[in-house]
């Protein structure tokens, strides 16, 4: 049985973030590549939707320009012939301020011949922002008067 596509790719990610190491990811994107990241675009610049492989390696430059992965599990995931979707939890550090980021993410991958041609994720943002900000949201208390 063949290694499958995620393994390859995840592997690779995570060798482009920490490492600066992208020789082994762009051999795995595809060049029509599909790519959305959802969350806080105001805040995080590289969140959002990308087309295109030179896109989707600039994203990932700049994850590695400001996040180093130190962890991550994976708490489910179900696997496809070319897809993949997982949810998972990961511990970065912030490289300008050397802090802790605990994220997690919904992620939905598909793949052709072994390349990447689509990837989804949704990240926990309110977490995520509150982080950011050090400090925690206190949002107006939602109710209904019967």
């Known amino acids: 049985m063949t290694e499958h596509s995620l ?4 592997r690779a990610l995570h060798r482009a973030i920490n490492d600066r190491h992208f020789e082994d990811i762009e051999a795995l994107i ?3 590549v599909e790519w959305a990241l ?9 969140l959002g939707a990308r087309q295109g492989k030179d896109a989707v390696l600039d994203v990932i430059r700049q994850l590695a320009d400001n996040f180093q992965v130190r962890r991550f599990d994976r708490e489910s995931i179900m696997l496809g012939v070319d897809s993949a979707a997982s949810m998972l939890r990961y511990l970065l550090t912030a490289l ?3 802090k802790p980021i605990s994220l997690r993410v919904a992620q939905f991958a598909q793949f052709r011949a072994g390349k990447l ?6 990240i926990d943002t309110f977490d995520l922002v509150e982080q950011a900000l050090g400090r925690a949201i206190h949002l107006p208390k939602m109710t209904s008067v019967g």
Request: aromatic fraction near 20%; proline fraction near 8%; hydrophobic fraction near 35%.
């Open 38 to 46: 959802y969350g806080p675009i105001d805040m995080f610049p590289f």
């Open 7 to 10: 393994w390859r790719f995840s």
């Open 117 to 122: 041609t689509s990837m989804r994720v949704l």
């Open 96 to 98: 300008d301020s050397n």
């Open 30 to 32: 595809d060049e029509d």
